[in-house]
């Protein structure tokens, strides 16, 4: 299984990213996915998770209203829009998937991506 990340980046507190996740190796529309992130010092906590079937998400408290995922299951993509970008969001962040999407929020998640930075100046 591979979760390759991509879209992080270096930008201003209030701006924007998109960050995307292209899965294989997988029957990825038997998964839920999810992003977690990490930043210095700090554990890894779980940001939002997405069902199967894309009808339902769910997501930690630091992000909701700010941070939207979605995904494409035609092209084994997730997303993470994140808006309204604060400093404490800087960190690197993770694509991840699993059976079941309770895993993913406990931050236990089977598969791992490698992972993005993203760094939010103030």
């Known amino acids: 299984v591979q979760l390759q990340a991509s879209g992080g980046g270096l930008v201003q507190a209030g701006g924007s990213l998109r960050l995307s996740c292209a899965a294989s190796g997988l029957t990825f529309s038997n998964y839920a996915m999810g992003w977690s992130r990490q930043a210095p010092g700090r554990d890894r906590e779980f940001i939002a998770g997405i069902i199967k079937g894309g009808g339902s998400t769910n997501y930690a408290d630091a992000v909701k209203g700010r941070f939207t995922i979605s995904r494409d299951n035609a092209k084994n993509l997730v997303y993470l829009q994140m808006n309204s970008l604060k400093a404490e969001d800087t960190a690197v962040y993770y694509c991840?998937?699993?059976?079941?999407?309770?895993?993913?929020?406990?931050?236990?998640?089977?598969?791992w991506g490698q992972g993005t930075q993203v760094t939010v100046s103030s």
């Open positions: 991840v998937a699993d059976l079941k999407l309770h895993s993913i929020m406990v931050v236990t998640p089977e598969h």
